[in-house]
């Protein structure tokens, strides 16, 4: 490797304190990250004969100047907000919970059941019902693999994964024997569904108060996301679960030595992630439908990975990471309106953002450590030069 | 009732060359020491390119083909799905082995890309997002000699795709060059204990590489069968998971190629029951998304250790310091 060769580092920086340059080499990952993300799906442009900088500035506006456009670019991020705090949750403690989509997928079942056989409860607190139903369905779900991991040793990754399997058909069952549509409307042949759930379940729309029409299905979800946010920060940096998360996570021999218990701290991070995940289909049956149907959106919780990743695993970074997700899904419309180039191009985008983003901040991560490294090693050679000018080790 | 059970023997072969190209493709990169769980997105994009490729190499020049026919304009295809997952698997290769991000990301993010990806070529090659035009061409079809005479049970060694063969017969080459070469060896060790190997002057990277290239091939092979010989047509979403049932497969095969037949041919036959004998009445009993279940089930179990064990690969997941040389 190249750094074997590297000279001697005479004058170490030491003038900037380690958060500062933490800090600044994140954000300076993160920009060059974007920016060979756009140079390569400029490539892509270029070859459809079109101007990138057009087709960027056409993704980019129609989010802002047409009418209703932030408000969809909030309930896009609605549900990604959700599984990405699912994921990071359990990634504290260095857990991959790859199961949010299954976990999500029960989520909506449970909650269609209480909507539809629970509807006796009175007033809003149908909806809660219903919410509560839903977080208690994810989690659950993502109890069996936080209990096969600690219990077993099945690899969570492994497990979820099949879990996942298994909630999509879980889902097609569901649908077709104890929640299928019992009268559907005379003379049409409609697709698989449950019953319309009763009006008290549904989340109440949030577009309005801010003049957006009813287009974008903008719901109090929107606000209960970033409560949810909040409140996972607020875990993960000042509670004793967090800081036992992030034990785990950094050293597990040296957290269980330190008296944590690890596979407690690992059932109930999953079990919190569960929770999570099984509100982002909420967005889609409370807000958007109304209904659960057959052709729901799927790769929910693994978008949450990407957006868990865009945003750095930090509650904060994960709303902006949603809102930029939302910002470029919008773009798919403005592609399909206002150029040739196919608007799954938006989806290429995303990926590319993601690849770089993942690799540039490993890259970072790796640099500043070696400089570390670098730096106490500068500062023994000070040392060893007063000795021993003559033999500096190269 | 026994050409019943022909028939989904028959089907059964079908979905076994699926799981077992694609499970050896993910036995080729774990057993290098890369865990793969990005196959389902290798394989989407073999269903895509392969679709095109059998209509571009086929079809006549006046069309816009190459006009080669048949066989070798599907053969063509194939092989050019086989290609473009192996270039799509050349992602995973280079963010796990040359920058060592994490196998589990990466895998996410490629199976992501690929069905943005396969919606993108589709709209470029077919000028619709999400299948492919009418008219697919494929390699025609082929009863077994004396095996496909048997009376009723005959029927599952009819009109099977010569692909199909390949898969059956793809045993041999795998053990061969795992077990008996060199490169094998290498391989395999680099999969254990990539230090050790090092040690030994042998470079582990390029071994990853040519792993997850492999099982790229592999799976755009086995999505290009599924698109062009199973099913006739390219259309989103037509993998459903089957990627991950391989996975599934090579778990329960315990990283071992002969194994994986069998794991393979079982998860098969559990795909085709509730399209084949629907009309038995202890099947139709049963709803079919709960057959579909008993792969992922079956792997659960196992995993737990609740039933027999099976260990991974040493050393599976696990960034190599040393993965630049």
């Known amino acids: ?394 | 009732m026994l050409g019943d059970l022909g028939y989904a023997v028959q089907v059964a072969f079908t979905y076994y060359t699926v799981i077992y190209l694609t499970g050896l493709g993910g036995l080729f990169s774990e057993r290098s020491g890369i865990v793969n769980i990005g196959l389902e997105g290798m394989m989407i994009i073999g269903t895509v390119t392969g679709s095109f490729g059998a209509f571009y190499f086929t079809s006549a020049v006046a069309d816009g083909g190459l006009g080669l026919g048949q066989p070798w304009g599907p053969i063509l295809g194939l092989l050019f799905g086989m290609a473009c997952g192996a270039a799509f698997a050349s992602i995973h290769a280079l963010a796990t082995v040359t920058f060592r991000i994490d196998h589990i990301v990466s895998g996410v993010v490629i199976n992501l890309v690929a069905v943005g990806l396969a919606r993108f070529l589709s709209s470029v090659f077919f000028g619709q997002a999400t299948q492919s035009d009418p008219g697919q061409p494929h390699l025609s079809l082929i009863d077994v000699p004396l095996l496909s005479s048997i009376p009723q049970f005959g029927r599952a060694f009819e009109n099977l795709s010569p692909v199909v063969f390949v898969g059956l017969l793809a045993v041999f080459p795998a053990v061969y060059v795992l077990y008996r070469l060199r490169w094998g060896l290498r391989l395999r060790s680099a999969g254990e204990n990539p230090e050790a190997t090092r040690s030994l002057g042998v470079r582990v990277a390029p071994l990853r590489w040519q792993a997850v290239l492999i099982s790229g091939a592999l799976a755009g092979l086995a999505g290009a069968f599924l698109s062009v010989e199973a099913t006739g047509h390219w259309r989103e979403g037509q993998t459903q998971g089957l990627g991950f049932i391989s996975l599934a497969a090579l778990i329960l095969s315990n990283w071992n190629p002969r194994r994986l037949m069998a794991a393979a041919f079982l998860f098969g036959f559990a795909q085709a029951i509730p399209l084949t004998l629907d009309n038995w009445p202890i099947i139709r009993s049963i709803p079919p998304q709960f057959v579909n279940m008993t792969p992922y089930i079956v792997t659960i179990v196992v995993l737990a250790g609740f039933v027999g064990r099976v260990r991974p690969p040493a050393a599976a997941g696990k960034a190599y310091e040393g993965g630049s040389t």
Request: proline letters at 6%.
């Open chain 1, 1 to 394: 490797m190249a750094s074997v060769a590297a000279p001697p580092v005479v004058a170490a920086p030491r003038a900037l304190p380690g958060w500062l340059t933490n800090g600044l080499a994140q954000i300076g990952a993160l920009l060059l990250a974007f920016v060979i993300a756009l140079a390569l799906g400029a490539v892509i442009v270029v070859l459809y004969g079109e101007n990138p900088l057009d087709v960027y500035a056409a993704i980019f506006k129609f989010s802002f100047t047409i009418t209703d456009g932030p408000a969809y670019v909030m309930a896009v991020a609605t549900p990604l907000i959700f599984s990405a705090l699912a994921v990071s949750i359990c990634f504290k403690a260095g857990l991959f919970n790859i199961g949010v989509e299954g976990q999500f997928l029960v989520g909506m079942l449970t909650a269609a059941w209480a909507a539809l056989y629970l509807d006796f409860i009175p007033g809003p607190l149908l909806m809660w019902t219903v919410l509560l139903f839903a977080s208690l369905g994810g989690m659950a779900y993502a109890a069996i693999p936080a209990v096969l991991k600690v219990k077993t040793g099945a690899h969570e990754v492994v497990t979820t994964i099949m879990l996942n399997g298994i909630a999509v058909s879980l889902v097609g069952w569901a649908l077709n024997g104890p929640l299928k549509f019992t009268n559907p409307p005379p003379g049409q042949n409609v697709d698989l569904r449950t019953d319309p759930f009763p009006r008290n379940a549904l989340v109440p729309d949030l577009g309005h108060v801010f003049g957006f029409g009813k287009g974008p299905n903008l719901s109090w979800l929107f606000p209960l996301a970033i409560v949810a946010a909040i409140i996972i920060w607020f875990v993960v940096k000042r509670m004793r679960l967090g800081f036992e998360a992030r034990a785990v996570g950094a050293a597990a021999g040296s957290a269980r030595a330190g008296g944590i218990s690890i596979g407690g701290v690992q059932i109930k991070l999953f079990l919190i992630s569960g929770a999570l995940a099984g509100l982002v289909g909420m967005q889609q049956i409370l807000a958007d439908q109304g209904l659960l149907p057959k052709n729901y959106i799927a790769q929910l919780g693994f978008t949450g990975i990407a957006v868990a990743f865009l945003g750095r695993n930090n509650p904060i970074g994960i709303i902006f990471a949603a809102l930029i997700w939302g910002i470029l899904a919008r773009g798919e419309t403005a592609l399909q309106i206002e150029t040739d180039v196919p608007r799954e191009f938006v989806i290429i985008l995303q990926g590319l953002l993601i690849l770089t983003v993942v690799i540039t901040y490993e890259l970072a991560k790796r640099r500043l450590a070696r400089r570390q490294v670098r730096t106490a090693a500068a500062e023994e050679l000070i040392v060893t030069v007063e000795s021993a000018p003559e033999e500096v080790p190269t």
